[in-house]
């Protein structure tokens, strides 16, 4: 499943895709609908790329809504967010009228998936070892409307084996030129095998625990993208509390080790007091 994912690149450079250096993007249909996220859920605007029409070769973008409606009453309650590969494969269902014609690649930067452990839930955030955006293999309705409304959903499949600790299932990622060229060739108006092969699972990519927050929908931050253990109430940064605790405790020890301060004999003047067996105490703040 795939259920949030990030995308907070500027436009430019969403627009330039790191890391597919062949993929030419024309006009972005409705971009100043599109503000950077890191914390896309569904419902949301975010751009796809599609062709701009069946004949014509010619890539476009385009900020569409995250959710097709789905079931005899089409209400907000009632999308699909995700399509399973299973069933797109087969032609079952409503993805049958889609699998044709109407494929599009949702672009991000990764997306969010949460381990159960007992009765807690840990979010992870997957994406690309080398920093190039993901490029998640989708499909895109189209209402009927005398002011037509685009809405998309993801592709998911079987999870890789590096990735089945995680969850069960992933997003179809196209990891090549190639293949995003042959997703998006809508030219012959039907299904094929070839096709197929596409909606496999991709390893080779890097997961870890991102923060709790992020399961609010709403909530925006870069920090939702950053490991869990470099922030500064993270993992890394309580070892690094405890090592300074340590220090402090063994310094301590040390001072209370040094040799006794030589005391003078010489009888002080009368009306002076010796402050010698004073100790000074310094009160230290642990950040």
């Known amino acids: ?137 989708g499909l895109y309705h189209v209402s009927d409307e005398t002011i037509p409304n685009y809405v998309f959903a993801i592709i998911t499949t079987s999870a890789s084996t590096s990735l089945s600790w995680l969850h069960d299932r992933q997003p179809v990622i196209l990891t090549s030129d190639a293949d995003v060229t042959k997703w998006l060739d809508t030219s012959s108006n039907a299904w094929s095998a070839e096709l197929g092969k596409l909606l496999r699972p991709v390893g080779g990519l890097m997961c870890y625990q991102v923060p709790k927050e992020i399961g609010k929908v709403g909530t925006e931050s870069s920090a939702f993208v950053q490991p869990v253990a470099t922030r500064k109430d993270g993992i890394e940064a309580i070892f690094a509390k405890q090592r300074t605790k340590q220090k402090d405790n063994k310094e301590g020890i040390k001072r209370k080790r040094s040799p006794s301060p030589v005391i003078s004999l010489v009888p002080e003047p009368a009306g002076k007091e010796d402050e010698s067996h004073k100790t000074e105490c310094k009160k230290l703040k642990v950040e």
């Open 1 to 137: 499943m795939c259920g949030r994912y990030a995308l907070g690149l500027q436009r430019a450079e969403i627009r330039a895709l790191p890391g597919y250096p062949n993929l030419e993007i024309g006009e972005w249909v409705n971009e100043d609908n599109f503000v950077p996220r890191y914390n896309i859920a569904p419902n949301s605007l975010a751009p796809v790329i599609r062709r701009r029409n069946a004949s014509s070769p010619d890539l476009q973008m385009q900020t569409m809504r995250w959710g097709i409606p789905c079931g005899k009453v089409h209400a907000k309650s009632q999308q699909a967010i995700n399509a399973r590969s299973e069933n797109i494969m087969e032609g079952a269902g409503m993805w049958n009228k889609y699998r044709s014609s109407n494929r599009c690649v949702v672009v991000s930067q990764g997306y969010y998936e949460w381990q159960t452990k007992g009765k807690v839930k840990l979010p992870h955030f997957t994406k690309h070892a080398d920093g190039k955006v993901m490029l998640m293999a």
